[in-house]
C-alpha cells in the first residue's frame, strides 16, 4: 500500500485585476497501485476549493441538519475555524466577509460578533519545524 501526505497550496486569482487569495491544504491519500499522488492531488484540489468558497459538498461527517437561514452551531464552529485557519490576516477578513456574505445561515448577533473576533485575533500559524531523517 502506498501512502502520501502532503500539503498543497492553490492560488485562486481574478485575472482581470490581478488579486489573489492562496488556500493551503492538507491532504493524505493511499491506494495498493500507483494512483496514490493521483487521489491526493484531487482530494486537495476539492479541499481548497470547498475552503475558498465556503462550499457544502454533501459528504461531511460532522454536518448537522438545519433548516435554511436557522442558526445552526455547527456551521458556526466550521466558519470560525475556517477564519482562523487562514495565512494572513487579510485572507482571514476576506474568509470573514465571504462567510458573512452567505446566505446559508443567519448567523445570530453573538455568531457575527464571534466572527469578527476570530478574523481580528487572527494569529500567525506556526511553522513545522524540519527534521533531518
Known sequence: MNRVVAKRTFRFQHVDSGEH??????????DSLDRASHK?????KKTAVREMFFLEVGDDE????????????????????AI???QS????????????A??????TPEQEDALRRAAQQWTEPKQEKSRSL
Open 21 to 30: 487569495c492562496d488556500v493551503t491544504v492538507l491532504s493524505e491519500a493511499a
Open 62 to 81: 460532522y454536518e448537522t441538519v438545519a433548516q435554511r437561514g436557522a442558526p445552526n452551531e455547527d456551521l458556526f464552529r466550521r466558519a470560525r475555524q
Open 84 to 86: 482562523r485557519g487562514q
Open 40 to 44: 491526493l492531488n484531487t482530494m486537495a
Open 89 to 100: 490576516q487579510e485572507d482571514a477578513q476576506a474568509k470573514l466577509d465571504a462567510v458573512l
Open 102 to 107: 452567505s446566505k446559508r445561515c443567519d448567523w
